[in-house]
Structure formats: structure tokens, C-alpha cells
């Protein structure tokens, strides 16, 4: 049961780390991209309500979910290998809905492989967040430009 256990941590935290260097590198690459667009901003003067403006916003919000959406379905891609559950559809679902602690039933998943979802579900809770503070962070640049 211990070694069980361990072995549900053990990949967890695998997951975890994979998921935080591949948000971190998709934040780095947006915050470059922002530094770009700043500098170019104070030397045209873009107003944030601009079409330019627009464009930078939706550009941050699809990279955003394109990071999400990778660690996803990393998380589904990991479900199906393990044969926790039977098929890609399934797992990307039940990995969405855990992913975004929306989280309505585990009675997909084989229960061997339940403390991985949890872990997945707190996961996921601490890169929405970190994503959410990095959008608000830019958004109020823009507001102040």
C-alpha cells in the first residue's frame, strides 16, 4: 500500500515539476515578448485601447491557454500511458475538469492513480493563479501607458 503510495507521489512530483519549468518558460517568452512591445509602445505611444493594444491583450490570453492547455494534456497524455484510463478523449477530459478544479467525478480514473488527479487538481489551482497574476500584472502596465 506504502509503496503504491510512493510510487502516486513519486510521479506527481514529476508532473509537477514539468508543468512549473513549462509554465516558467512560456511566462519568460511572454515577458520577453511584452518587453518588445513596451519598448516599441513608448516610442509610438500605442494606447492599450488601440487595435494594437487589442492584439497584445488577446495574443498574452491565447499564449496563456496554449500553456495551460499543454500541461493538460501532459496530465491526459500521462492518465492514458499509465492505463488509468481507457482512451485520449476521456483523459483529456478528466484531466480538464481536475486541471481546472472543476473536478465532477473520479469514476473514471482507476483508483490507483487517484492521489495523481488530487495532486493535479492543487496543480493546476497554483498555475491558473500564477497565470492570473501574471495577466493582471499586464494589464495594468497597459492601463498605465
Do not use: C
Not at 12 to 22: D, F
Amino acid at each position: 500500500m506504502y509503496n503504491e503510495m510512493l510510487t502516486e507521489l513519486a510521479v506527481s512530483i514529476v508532473m509537477v515539476v514539468m508543468t512549473v519549468l513549462i509554465h516558467a518558460a512560456g511566462i519568460y517568452a511572454m515577458t520577453r515578448f511584452l518587453k518588445l512591445e513596451a519598448r516599441e509602445e513608448a516610442e509610438k505611444h500605442v494606447s492599450p485601447f488601440s487595435s494594437r493594444g487589442v492584439a497584445v491583450t488577446l495574443t498574452i490570453v491565447l499564449g496563456l491557454f496554449a500553456l495551460h492547455g499543454i500541461e493538460i494534456w501532459a496530465y491526459g497524455f500521462l492518465y492514458l500511458f499509465l492505463g488509468a484510463i481507457p482512451t485520449l478523449h476521456e483523459a483529456i477530459y478528466f484531466s480538464t475538469i481536475t486541471y481546472s478544479t472543476i473536478g465532477y467525478d473520479d469514476d473514471a480514473l482507476q483508483e490507483a492513480w487517484r492521489l495523481v488527479a488530487a495532486i493535479e487538481g492543487v496543480n493546476g489551482v497554483i498555475l491558473l493563479g500564477w497565470s492570473t497574476a501574471f495577466f493582471v500584472s499586464v494589464v495594468a502596465r497597459m492601463g498605465r501607458g
